[in-house]
């Protein structure tokens, strides 16, 4: 069970954008993630008149490593970690470790 999902809203605990806060806007793999606003990078791109693409410097996000980020808990509005409870009929849900409820999604 993956313990951050796309569209849960994470904050940055490690790295040069430590304490920004945003949503998951797709996973890469199992351990790289991209952030909406986070992790900004400069992109040097020809133009491509094919692709009706224009040139110059883009600026766009890139992937950041999943152990650099945690989901975030507005009930403490804080960083939190991740658990994952059993219920009674067998579902796995994912929990705040701090709080102990369920993490909707």
Excluded: C, W
């Excluded at 509005?77 to 909707?104: C, F, M, P, W």
């Amino acid at each position: 069970m993956q313990k951050i999902r796309q569209n849960d809203e994470v904050i940055v605990i490690a790295g040069k954008d430590r304490g920004k806060r945003g949503r998951v806007t797709r996973r890469l793999n199992e351990e790289r993630l991209f952030v909406s606003g986070i992790n900004m990078i400069k992109r040097h791109t020809k133009p491509n008149p094919q692709l009706n693409r224009q040139g110059g410097i883009i600026e766009r996000e890139a992937a950041i490593h999943i152990s650099n980020v945690a989901i975030f808990n507005p009930a403490t509005n804080k960083a939190d970690r991740v658990g994952i409870k059993v219920l009674d009929d067998g579902e796995k849900v994912r929990v705040y470790r701090s709080t102990g409820e369920q993490i909707d999604g």
